[in-house]
């Protein structure tokens, strides 16, 4: 598959690390540094913009290692990219930590997962057919 991406940022496009991955990394696009205080959230440029084919969307989540090693994290995970999205790739961090985390120009702050999805028709209906799970649910099966 391809998809159409332009690059306004002066970092190379994103690509998969490795044969397995999921997942390209999506880098900060910066004139300065932006440092997030404890629980400080912040929108992060990419200066990336993307044309999906119809049926799929990019999924935009959080590294690992920044939330392990620097409890960094991104809100609204995963965030959705639709197909008729024309704007700019931006990314909501948010700082988790009780320490400030500073944002450079290149970092890597997220990554973008594509996928395809269905367009699901839904029918108003009075009631639902019954299973053994019922409406069992929020850790209704224990630990």
Do not use: W
């Not at 993307?50 to 920044?66: C, D, F, H, M, T």
């Amino acid at each position: 598959m391809t998809i159409k991406i332009v690059n306004k940022s002066k970092h190379p496009l994103p690509h998969y690390e490795t044969e397995g991955a999921a997942g390209m990394d999506l880098r900060a696009n910066l004139t300065e540094p932006i440092t997030l205080k404890p629980l400080e959230r912040a929108l992060i440029p990419t200066g990336l913009f993307i044309e999906l084919p119809l049926g799929y969307e990019a999924q935009v989540r959080p590294r690992s290692g920044l939330a392990l090693k620097n409890g960094i994290s991104i809100l609204n995970t995963p965030g959705t990219v639709d197909a008729d999205y024309r704007g700019e790739l931006k990314v909501i961090m948010i700082n988790l930590s009780t320490e400030d985390f500073t944002i450079n120009d290149s970092d890597r702050i997220a990554q973008m997962i594509i996928s395809k999805h269905e367009c699901a028709e839904l029918i108003e209906v009075t009631e639902l057919s019954s299973t053994e799970r019922g409406a069992g649910g929020f850790g209704h099966t224990g630990k």
